[in-house]
């Protein structure tokens, strides 16, 4: 058979088979945000009450807002605790990023994100210099070990906040419930982090909108990225922040300087394999900048990312930059 006409064969089947099925969807809250399933099945019956229990069993390990949960038993203490598959897979994956990014990315910083009233307790003031010196003593990814099932602290005082992966845990866990059920088709949003297979009720690759800041006219305020089995994740310093002064304070802190970002940069998107990839390396990326963060994903091309910044230039005006093929990926 001629590839175009296997092509289109294979096309129609696979239109067949989308159009068979229906489209479910639900959506709720959740981890202190939104959440949104789409999926084609044959069975019409939802999958909600598994989602949500997914969810709680991932807060009951990683959330820093249940006062019983696994990261807070940790926290707490001065040595460790025994993890359970969640933590372990995430523990696993950000220090394998830590690693990756020379401790850009690093889920020690939970002393430095209450310091600067970005952790569950809030507040709206920049810390004081010798506060930061004092956090940064107990921050550093190599200060933990992985020891059997057990994660332990290498010094009393060190602490963890996944949030900066959370979610895109999250995403993939609910698009593995998905894939065991059976599901090939789907699309799942958690507070902005996505992960996609497949295609849509329409057979073609479901879309996700990239938004621009208002005021540059020279550009559409959205863009469209094609999920193909991948996964998108944002950080931007627009979403959690303060002013002081002349200087806005964004809540991604840098784990070497204890600072909390102040830069030209409003937002990374970053396209991976999976959600946790996408949602931790945007962590790093926001930080290093357009510059340092594109040169950074060009050489490492087996990390399989690709990203879209936008920023302010000298001149105000904003601006976008982003990896060969992003739009296509």
Same mark, same amino acid.
């Given at each position: 058979?001629?590839?175009?006409?296997?092509?289109?064969?294979?096309?129609?089947?696979?239109?067949?088979?989308?159009?068979?099925?229906?489209?479910?969807?639900?959506?709720?809250?959740?981890?202190?945000?939104?959440?949104?399933?789409?999926?084609?099945?044959?069975?019409?019956?939802?999958?909600?009450?598994?989602?949500?229990?997914?969810?709680?069993?991932?807060?009951?390990?990683?959330?820093?807002?249940?006062?019983?949960?696994?990261?807070?038993?940790?926290?707490?203490?001065?040595?460790?605790? +025994?993890?359970?598959?969640?933590?372990?897979?995430?523990?696993?994956?950000?220090?394998?990023?830590?690693?990756?990014?020379?401790?850009?990315?690093?889920?020690?910083?939970?002393?430095?994100?209450?310091?600067?009233?970005?952790?569950?307790?809030?507040?709206?003031?920049?810390?004081?210099?010798?506060?930061?010196?004092?956090?940064?003593?107990?921050?550093?990814?190599?200060?933990?070990?992985?020891?059997?099932?057990?994660?332990?602290?290498?010094?009393?005082?060190?602490?963890?906040?996944?949030?900066?992966?959370?979610?895109?845990?999250?995403?993939?866990?609910?698009?593995?419930?998905?894939?065991?059920?059976?599901?090939?088709?789907?699309?799942?949003?958690?507070?902005?982090?996505?992960?996609?297979?497949?295609?849509?009720?329409?057979?073609?690759?479901?879309?996700?909108?990239?938004?621009?800041?208002?005021?540059?006219?020279?550009? +559409?305020?959205?863009?469209?990225?094609?999920?193909?089995?991948?996964?998108?994740?944002?950080?931007?310093?627009?979403?959690?922040?303060?002013?002081?002064?002349?200087?806005?304070?964004?809540?991604?802190?840098?784990?070497?300087?204890?600072?909390?970002?102040?830069?030209?940069?409003?937002?990374?998107?970053?396209?991976?394999?999976?959600?946790?990839?996408?949602?931790?390396?945007?962590?790093?990326?926001?930080?290093?900048?357009?510059?340092?963060?594109?040169?950074?994903?060009?050489?490492?091309?087996?990390?399989?990312?690709?990203?879209?910044?936008?920023?302010?230039?000298?001149?105000?005006?904003?601006?976008?930059?982003?990896?060969?093929?992003?739009?296509?990926?």
């Amino acid at each position: 058979m001629h590839r175009f006409s296997f092509f289109f064969f294979f096309s129609m089947l696979m239109m067949n088979a989308t159009h068979s099925q229906r489209l479910v969807a639900f959506e709720g809250q959740a981890q202190g945000t939104y959440y949104i399933v789409k999926y084609l099945s044959d069975d019409t019956a939802t999958l909600q009450p598994a989602v949500e229990q997914l969810f709680t069993d991932i807060d009951h390990s990683l959330s820093l807002w249940d006062p019983h949960s696994l990261i807070n038993q940790f926290n707490n203490n001065d040595r460790g605790v +025994p993890m359970d598959a969640h933590m372990r897979y995430v523990l696993e994956k950000s220090l394998a990023v830590s690693a990756q990014t020379n401790g850009a990315f690093d889920i020690t910083v939970k002393p430095l994100v209450d310091l600067w009233g970005f952790g569950v307790v809030r507040h709206q003031r920049k810390p004081t210099t010798d506060s930061i010196r004092k956090a940064l003593r107990v921050t550093g990814y190599k200060l933990l070990q992985l020891k059997g099932d057990s994660l332990l602290k290498r010094k009393p005082g060190v602490q963890i906040d996944c949030n900066g992966v959370a979610q895109g845990y999250t995403t993939d866990c609910v698009a593995r419930l998905l894939e065991q059920r059976g599901i090939q088709h789907y699309l799942v949003d958690v507070g902005g982090e996505l992960r996609a297979k497949g295609v849509n009720a329409k057979g073609k690759p479901w879309s996700v909108g990239v938004e621009r800041p208002s005021g540059n006219t020279s550009l +559409p305020a959205q863009s469209l990225v094609y999920l193909k089995n991948n996964a998108v994740a944002t950080s931007g310093n627009y979403r959690r922040f303060f002013d002081e002064g002349k200087t806005r304070y964004a809540h991604t802190i840098n784990p070497q300087t204890g600072i909390a970002l102040h830069s030209n940069v409003i937002s990374v998107t970053v396209v991976a394999d999976d959600c946790i990839t996408a949602d931790a390396f945007d962590n790093a990326l926001i930080l290093w900048g357009p510059v340092k963060g594109l040169q950074f994903i060009r050489q490492h091309p087996g990390l399989h990312l690709a990203a879209c910044y936008i920023f302010t230039d000298k001149a105000g005006k904003t601006q976008e930059v982003f990896t060969e093929g992003f739009f296509d990926k």
